[in-house]
């Protein structure tokens, strides 16, 4: 046992102890977390909160089988920092740094490797789970806890924490070189999308940035490079998209590319004005800086009240959605037409076959899906039914057979959520491993944001 598996054992033996001698019943458990990536209003109440913060080390690397063992809090930045030096990667890598490992795992994680790996749940070889009840229990997709390891995935702190989890990895090399193919047709974007998934490239995505002006990305290792783009500061990454043709960066960087302007929503900051820029500086360029002001803003409702005083009503639209991709130009006609949010992140998921399927994301077997990714506001002066675009996008999702993400807001019926995630697998998990209810269930905490 190695340094820092000795002393994960002991964080993890004080934490039970902690948790089992917490008088029970009263206010539900509650990850005690000052950030967080969930892109929804909130109205929680009291809860019985539980600080993991000290569950953030990678523990091992073992490069010749191909994984890292890591707790769960340890943010994707981290990570990616320690397993660069070893010449590999998470074989998935979210696009934001301050994305936790066992969140991604509890959520959804995906970027532009998952037309091969699948999502971050799908890279998972093993996991610690901390249940409700002060127990931990390991899980495999075969051992007595296959259930959970198959459940545990997009069921957001409602079955228990990982404590630890063992990920694929996948060797890198030093540059990527980035070829970006433009098209004037979304039937040619979707079918040059298809066909460079089935080549040999590491990385693929796309952004649709209107009608007739969509990107390809296709992106692979390279030992050396010609020369370097960066984009942590005053150049804009997804303008590069538009701009230029081939492009080269880092390894790291190009991981974190889509960081430093949260993809492009650093507009609605006025980040993306050179003096603004300059003003921010570099280290207050990412992410990080973005979700603090955009928490500050939930909590005091600015933008909300200057809307009323200027007589608009803005709706959030903020959705990541996973649509068959045969459907994929369906759903696109309907965003451009009904909804009016661009530029759109595009992602292409293949998940690898397994034994059995993730009951609370079941994405169906050999077949591809594609992310899109679109987060703005849709403003008028007309006032709508409450929710009105994010409940076309959902009843859309589900019509061409889609699944979206439950990390922003929700609004299904109780009956379009059991549809959709599979409410039976989730109540016989629910009985299993959280008997007496010590911690919200999945539609109290995703829709009615208990």
């Not at 789970?129 to 259930?147: I, K, M, W």
């Not at 649509?323 to 037409?337: C, M, S, T, V, Y």
Request: neutral net charge; charged residues 25%.
């Amino acid at each position: 046992m190695n340094v820092e598996t000795s002393q994960h054992a002991a964080r993890k033996a004080e934490l039970i102890a902690c948790l089992k001698s917490a008088p029970a019943g009263g206010a539900p458990l509650g990850l005690g977390k000052r950030s967080s990536n969930l892109f929804r209003d909130r109205n929680e109440g009291a809860k019985q909160r539980l600080d993991l913060s000290g569950f953030s080390h990678v523990l091992d690397i073992d490069t010749a089988r191909g994984w890292v063992d890591v707790e769960g809090m340890t943010t994707y930045e981290d990570l990616v920092a320690q397993t660069l030096p070893h010449g590999v990667m998470p074989a998935v890598v979210p696009q934001l740094k301050t994305i936790t490992v066992g969140g991604a795992a509890a959520g959804v994680g995906i970027e532009a490797t998952s037309f091969r790996h699948g999502l971050v749940h799908d890279t998972l070889l093993e996991l610690d789970v901390l249940l409700p009840s002060g127990e931990v229990v390991s899980c495999t997709p075969a051992n007595e806890h296959r259930d959970l390891f198959y459940g545990f995935p997009n069921s957001y702190g409602t079955l228990g924490y990982a404590l630890r989890l063992r990920l694929r990895t996948t060797p890198v090399k030093p540059f990527v070189r980035v070829e970006h193919l433009r098209h004037r047709a979304p039937s040619a974007f979707f079918g040059d999308l298809a066909i460079r998934c089935a080549g040999g490239a590491d990385f693929i995505d796309g952004v649709v940035f209107g009608p007739q002006e969509q990107v390809v990305n296709v992106a692979g290792f390279v030992d050396t490079a010609p020369w370097l783009s960066d984009y942590t500061f005053e150049n804009i990454y997804y303008l590069s998209l538009l701009d230029k043709e081939v492009d080269y960066l880092s390894v790291q960087d190009y991981l974190w590319r889509w960081d430093t302007d949260w993809f492009w929503c650093s507009k609605n900051l006025y980040a993306q004005h050179p003096l603004v820029r300059r003003l921010l500086g570099r280290a207050r360029l990412n992410s990080r800086t973005y979700t603090r002001v955009m928490r500050w803003n939930a909590e005091t409702g600015v933008t909300k009240r200057l809307a009323r005083w200027q007589g608009r009503h803005p709706e959030s639209v903020i959705q990541d959605v996973d649509i068959p991709a045969a459907r994929a130009g369906e759903f696109l006609d309907f965003l451009l037409h009904e909804i009016g949010i661009v530029p759109i992140w595009i992602c292409p998921i293949r998940a690898p076959k397994r034994d059995a399927r993730f009951a609370l994301y079941p994405l169906a077997p050999d077949t591809t899906y594609l992310n899109f990714g679109f987060w703005d506001v849709v403003d008028g002066s007309v006032e709508l039914e409450p929710h009105h675009f994010n409940h076309l996008v959902e009843r859309e999702v589900m019509r061409l057979g889609g699944i979206k993400s439950l990390y922003s807001d929700c609004y299904f019926s109780p009956a379009e959520f059991a549809q959709a995630y599979d409410m039976e697998a989730y109540a016989a998990l629910k009985a299993k491993y959280d008997p007496h209810k010590r911690m919200l269930g999945l539609y109290e905490k995703c829709v009615l944001r208990a």
